[in-house]
C-alpha cells in the first residue's frame, strides 16, 4: 500500500464516523506513525508503507473516529509557533488564547516584570509570555498536581524553567507576594451547558478545567477578588471570558476597583478576554 491509498482509507474511516477534518486528520496521525512532518509524507505520496505501519495507523485512526482530539492522541498541541506536551489532565491550547498573549507581549515589550498565571494547564500562557519578554519571571499554579507535572516538563523543553516555576496550589493559597500581571484562563462554562459541548470536549478533556459553576462565573468571581491581595498598584489582570460575559464580568471588575483597558477579541470578533488594572 502507498501512502497516498493509507491516507485516503484513515480520511474515509473518520469521514464515515463524522469527524470534520477527515482528510487533516488522517495525514497528521500518518505524520506521526512515520516520525515525519506532514508536508513531507505529502510530497512522497507514491511511496510504499509496512504493514507495521498500517497497523499502527488503524490504531490511530480507531481512537480519533471515537472523537479522541488529535492533541491527545499526539500527545503534543502547538501553541505560540512552539510544540507543547498535553494529556487529557490539561486543556488543549487554543488559538484565540494566542491573541491574548500576543497583547500581553505588546504592552510589556522590553519591561522586568513578574507574572502569575492562574490555572496554569500546560503552563502555555505563562510559557509563552516569557519567551518574548526574556528580563522577566513568572509563577503558574493549578489545583491538578498532574498538569502541573505537564507544566513543568513544558518548562524544560523550552528551556524556560530558570524563569518559570509552577506549584500545585489553589487560589487560596497563594498571598506572599506581588505580580505586575495575573493571567487567567480559569473555567467560565456553565455547568448545565457542558453536556451541549462537542464530544471531543466534553469526552475527552478535564471537567475540571472546563466547569465554571452554575452560572459560569465561579471561578472568575474568586479570580478577581483574589487578584486584589496580590496585585501590584496600578497592576494589570488579563482574564479570558466566555462568550456573552463581558458585561457581567466588566461590572465585577468595577465593583473590585478595576479599571478596563483593553479588550481582546476572538477571530469571530467576541471579547475573549479583558485586561483591566486595578486602581486602589
Known sequence: MQ????????????????????????????????NKKREEILSNLDKKVTLKTIRDFNKLIIRRSLNEPVAYILKEKEFWSKNFFVDRNTLIPRPETELIVEKIVNI?????????????????????????????????????????????????????NNRAKFYNKSLNEFCDYKFDIIVSNP??????????????????????????????????KKVIYKSKSILKFKGMLAIEI??????????????????IKFLVKDYKENIRCILSTLES
Open 3 to 34: 501512502i497516498l491509498e493509507l491516507i485516503k482509507y484513515g480520511s474515509q474511516k473518520l469521514k464515515n464516523n463524522n469527524i470534520a477534518t477527515f482528510m487533516l486528520d488522517s495525514e497528521i496521525l500518518l505524520a506521526k506513525i512515520l
Open 108 to 160: 510589556f515589550k522590553n519591561k522586568n516584570i513578574r507574572i502569575l498565571d492562574m490555572g496554569t494547564g500546560t503552563g502555555c500562557i505563562l510559557l509563552s509570555v516569557l519567551s518574548e519578554l526574556k528580563n522577566s519571571k513568572g509563577i503558574g499554579i493549578d489545583i491538578s498536581q498532574k498538569a502541573i507535572k505537564i507544566a513543568v516538563k513544558n518548562s524544560i523543553r523550552h528551556k524556560l
Open 187 to 220: 473555567p467560565y462554562i456553565r455547568k448545565v451547558d457542558i453536556k451541549n459541548l462537542h464530544d471531543d470536549i466534553k469526552k475527552f478533556e478535564p471537567k475540571l478545567a472546563l466547569d465554571g459553576g452554575n452560572d459560569g462565573l465561579d471561578v472568575i
Open 242 to 259: 466566555g462568550n456573552e460575559q463581558y458585561k457581567i464580568v466588566s461590572k465585577l471588575l468595577k465593583k473590585n476597583n478595576f479599571i
